[in-house]
């Protein structure tokens, strides 16, 4: 690979991580409305924060919810595409004897 690839991968990478973190906060925090039944309460209605973000019901929560978390499916399926040499790697150090070991830490190291 040359460097040029490699700087690709790594903010591809990055990239994906910071998707994914954004992704499962938004995640969270619909999560926990639509569990504490706060989307479309009194209090929400008039804190603004409805009129803000335009929760004025669950099914605006529900829509994100839905949405995000098939977001973070597709974003964990391409981070461990991207991670896959690396994380056969790692299984293959779990389950090989100690005369295995540094053959497959050999093949590994230019990941």
Same mark, same amino acid.
């Given at each position: 690979?040359?460097?040029?690839?490699?700087?690709?991968?790594?903010?591809?990478?990055?990239?994906?991580?910071?998707?994914?973190?954004?992704?499962?906060?938004?995640?969270?925090?619909?999560?926990?409305?639509?569990?504490?039944?706060?989307?479309?309460?009194?209090? !929400?209605?008039?804190?603004? %924060? /409805?009129? $803000?973000?335009? &929760?004025?019901?669950?099914?605006?929560? =529900?829509? @994100?919810?839905? !949405?995000?978390?098939?977001? %973070? /499916?597709? $974003?964990?399926? &391409?981070?461990?595409?991207?991670?896959? =040499?690396? @994380?056969?790697?790692?299984?293959?150090?779990?389950?090989?004897?100690?005369?295995?070991?540094?053959?497959?830490?050999?093949?590994?190291?230019?990941?």
């Amino acid at each position: 690979m040359n460097i040029n690839t490699n700087k690709w991968k790594l903010k591809t990478k990055f990239t994906i991580d910071i998707f994914l973190i954004i992704t499962f906060i938004f995640n969270v925090i619909t999560a926990l409305m639509l569990l504490f039944n706060t989307g479309g309460g009194a209090y !929400w209605r008039s804190s603004g %924060i /409805i009129n $803000l973000l335009n &929760f004025s019901n669950r099914s605006s929560l =529900r829509l @994100i919810h839905d !949405w995000t978390g098939l977001l %973070i /499916i597709a $974003l964990i399926l &391409f981070h461990l595409i991207l991670n896959w =040499r690396t @994380i056969v790697c790692y299984f293959k150090n779990l389950l090989s004897s100690a005369a295995k070991v540094a053959k497959i830490e050999q093949t590994c190291k230019n990941i």
